[in-house]
């Protein structure tokens, strides 16, 4: 079947194009090998949220919650067993995509949200995930607070493939790079003859939430209304060129010279939240090698409908910059807007994971 042309003409840019959703209804149906073969897509994304919304709208479920309902086996084993099913048999619809491009081909599984805070059990769910679904494409995806950022690095010491999500700052984000780079040069200190093969990361950064909290600031303010709606491309530009600069270090050379992958910058939460921007905009303002644009499905068929490119990511710093330091001279204090992001982010994930439970618990009552 034969690409769409704007989505074909994304991924010559650079940009991935990769799926920000997942249900057992759209592999059983074909959707997804459609979304492939006809739009470009060559990886995946998952987040409590899109399973709360899969599993408790299908009855595709029915047969296995059955089964784990008579076994008497937890809500947390039967949620897993479940999650890992849709992912395993998605990595598998994408193992060609994987072995043609060496990088992609990836479906991403988060470990508990509310784990966030804790290193040690966020790393142990992390191996037991990577364990569980036991397939070379897939991405553990690892939130980007604080207390994670040391099981990014042991994950990556052990040869788990991160996606850490949750980042909104620069300067998170460069912890983060770090964090992946450390991880590298952990597994080679315990070992010098280690394979860096197959090892992948990316970093989950996120754009259309930025906008949203620093339009209601600046609106609070009375600030110039023509500076809404630019912070979170100006904002995930930045993140690009700090991607360059770490990624063209020495310290990362040295890396690179023995098989070492870059981590690539992913740009997440990428749908329009204010219907007065055009509906495309994070996905044509976004335009960079080397990256990956996660993207709900309505937004993947605007793009193929009606997106045009912008102007690549790497000609706009200075542009970038004057946004972010306009905005801050407005009276926004950035540092909050990202700590708060951050910390409803997490929350919401967490609300999502203990409906996703509740769902899940009643109906294995229901089919005891």
Same mark, same amino acid.
């Given at each position: ?10 991924? #010559? ?8 959703? +997942?249900?057992? @209804? ?10 492939? /073969? ?33 076994? #008497? ?5 039967? +949620? ?29 599984? *988060? ?17 037991? +995930? ?12 690892? $939130?980007?607070?604080?207390?994670? +950022? ?7 010491? #052990? ?17 983060? &790079? /770090? ?9 080679? !200190? ?24 620093? /339009? ?7 600030? @110039? ?8 491309? !100006? ?20 890396? *690179? ?7 690539? $910058? ?12 055009? @509906? ?5 303002? =976004? ?32 542009? %970038?910059? #004057?946004? &972010?330091?306009?905005? %801050? ?21 967490? /609300? ?11 109906? =294995?009552?229901?089919?005891?």
């Amino acid at each position: 079947m034969a690409q769409n042309e704007n989505l074909a003409q994304l991924s #010559k840019a650079g940009v991935a194009v990769w799926l920000d959703d +997942l249900s057992r @209804d759209r592999i059983r149906s074909g959707n997804l090998q459609q979304l492939v /073969d006809e739009h470009s897509v060559v990886g995946v994304t998952t987040n409590p949220s899109i399973f709360a919304a899969a599993i408790s709208g299908s009855k595709s479920y029915d047969d296995q919650l059955h089964a784990l309902a008579v076994r #008497k086996v937890s809500v947390e084993e039967a +949620l897993r067993t479940i999650t890992a099913a849709d992912v395993r048999d998605a990595c598998d619809l994408l193992a060609p995509v994987a072995a043609a491009t060496g990088r992609d081909g990836r479906v991403s599984l *988060e470990v508990a949200p509310g784990l966030a805070h804790d290193e040690d059990a966020t790393a142990a769910e992390a191996a037991h +995930l990577w364990w569980l679904v036991d397939r070379p494409n897939l991405f553990i995806k690892i $939130p980007a607070t604080l207390a994670s +950022l040391p099981a990014i690095t042991t994950s990556i010491a #052990k040869g788990i493939s991160v996606n850490v999500t949750l980042i909104f700052s620069i300067e998170r984000y460069k912890a983060v &790079m /770090d964090a992946y780079i450390s991880g590298l040069e952990q597994r080679l !200190a315990e070992d010098p003859e280690a394979s860096f093969d197959g090892i992948e990361s990316v970093a989950s950064f996120f754009v259309s939430r930025v906008d949203t909290e620093i /339009d209601k600031r600046l609106d609070a303010s009375g600030a @110039d209304a023509s500076l809404k709606g630019k912070a979170g491309v !100006a904002n995930a530009q930045l993140a690009y060129q700090a991607y360059e600069e770490v990624f063209s270090s020495d310290r990362w050379k040295a890396l *690179e010279a023995k098989g070492a992958s870059k981590q690539r $910058p992913l740009w997440a939460s990428t749908g329009v939240k204010n219907p007065e921007y055009s @509906d495309t905009l994070y996905l044509s303002e =976004l335009i960079a090698p080397d990256t990956v644009n996660t993207m709900p499905e309505k937004t993947m068929q605007a793009y193929a409908d009606h997106g045009q490119a912008g102007t690549s990511v790497q000609s706009s710093y200075a542009d %970038a910059e #004057k946004v &972010m330091a306009d905005v %801050a001279a407005a009276g926004v204090d950035l540092d909050d807007v990202f700590r708060v992001l951050e910390e409803e982010a997490v929350q919401k994930f967490v /609300d999502a994971w203990d409906e996703l439970t509740g769902s899940v618990q009643e109906q =294995l009552q229901d089919k005891a």
